[in-house]
């Protein structure tokens, strides 16, 4: 049974299947292959070869009278130009000081009143700007989920306690 697409039994209407130049080249796959050139004998006739030139697997031993390859020099850069001293920058600007620590300068006194650390709490579960009354302390919970970030004005880097009679984020050793 032959295929249908090279078929000429139309089991469906007369009307083309596949459309345009696709059309086309399906015909042309149908057509019957051109017949191969044949010998006095009635044999195929071998096909042309090509010449193929050796290809080396190895690559030549180096000779032990050669030396061995040198690189360049290394270039060296020109020196840049001296220009002025960067200008002095005020406290608390450009890079933190080499004594830089992660942590609140002075406690950020909240306005809740407070006697003893316990009486204090974060504001909110993860990253607590503020620390403020227990009764509106909003602390984690085991379901809560917290980024990976650490910020240094949070409950992250600083204690939430009672400082001078109100809650307040302290940095530590104050």
Known sequence: ????????????????????????????????????????????????????APVATAPPEPSAAAPPPTLPARATLPEPPESEPPPELPPGAGSPPLGFRCQLRTPAVSEDPCRTDADCGPSAPCHAPACVARDKSRPPTPDTRCTMSYECHTADANRCGCYQGRCALVPPGS
């Open 1 to 52: 049974m032959s295929s249908w697409a090279c078929s000429s039994e139309r089991p469906y209407p007369a009307r083309p299947l596949v459309p345009g130049p696709l059309a086309l080249l399906l015909a042309l796959g149908c057509a019957a292959p051109a017949p191969l050139p044949e010998t006095a004998g009635g044999t195929p006739a071998p096909l042309p070869t090509v010449p193929v």
